[in-house]
């Protein structure tokens, strides 16, 4: 990403629905998942958006400058729900309003699908992603378990 002025207003907030825009989220996801191999992104991705994985993304241009990926399912306790996945803004412009102008596109949509709540994982290890959610009145609800299994 180039050093280049981004003004939040020439930043534009759109959903991800052609391969070139897929094949654009690739670097993004990398950012966050550094091991990612190009042939592991695109076999996780496919079965992503078979099971009904979204992404909108922060365009400036043509150029894919930030993604949050989304899903929504039902629980018992909550009912139905949006979870956000992988919110991502490229490292050289963070902190610039463009990660909590597509989360605000994202929660307009889960209201728009009757969603219940907005609900989100986050690496205990990264503290100022914390910060950005507190700030946009999340809070923390409970630990999330995780348990690798045998191949």
């Known amino acids: 990403m180039s ?12 959903e991800l629905t052609t391969k070139s825009h897929w094949h654009a989220l690739y670097p993004l996801i990398t950012q966050l998942n550094k091991e990612l191999s190009r042939k592991q992104f695109d076999a996780l991705l496919s079965g992503m958006l078979e099971s009904g994985y ?10 894919l400058i930030g993604a949050c990926g989304f899903w929504v399912g039902y629980r018992f306790w909550c009912g139905k729900y949006l979870a956000l ?3 991502v803004v490229d490292q050289a412009i963070r902190s610039r309003g463009i990660g909590k102008k597509m989360v ?4 307009k949509e889960a209201t728009k699908l009757k969603c219940d709540l907005v609900e989100l994982d986050s690496y205990t290890t990264a503290y100022s992603a914390h910060r950005f959610y507190f700030r946009e009145g999340y809070c923390i609800l409970g630990y999330h378990f995780t348990k ?4």
Not at 3 to 11: A, D, E, G, N, P
Not at 104 to 107: D, H, I, L, R, T
Not at 148 to 151: G, I
């Open 85 to 87: 996945d992988n919110v």
């Open 54 to 63: 979204r992404c909108v993304g922060a365009w400036q241009g043509k150029n």
């Open 3 to 14: 050093q280049k002025k981004i003004t939040l207003s020439s930043v534009t907030i759109r």
């Open 148 to 151: 690798k299994l045998a191949k």
């Open 104 to 107: 605000a596109y994202v929660e």
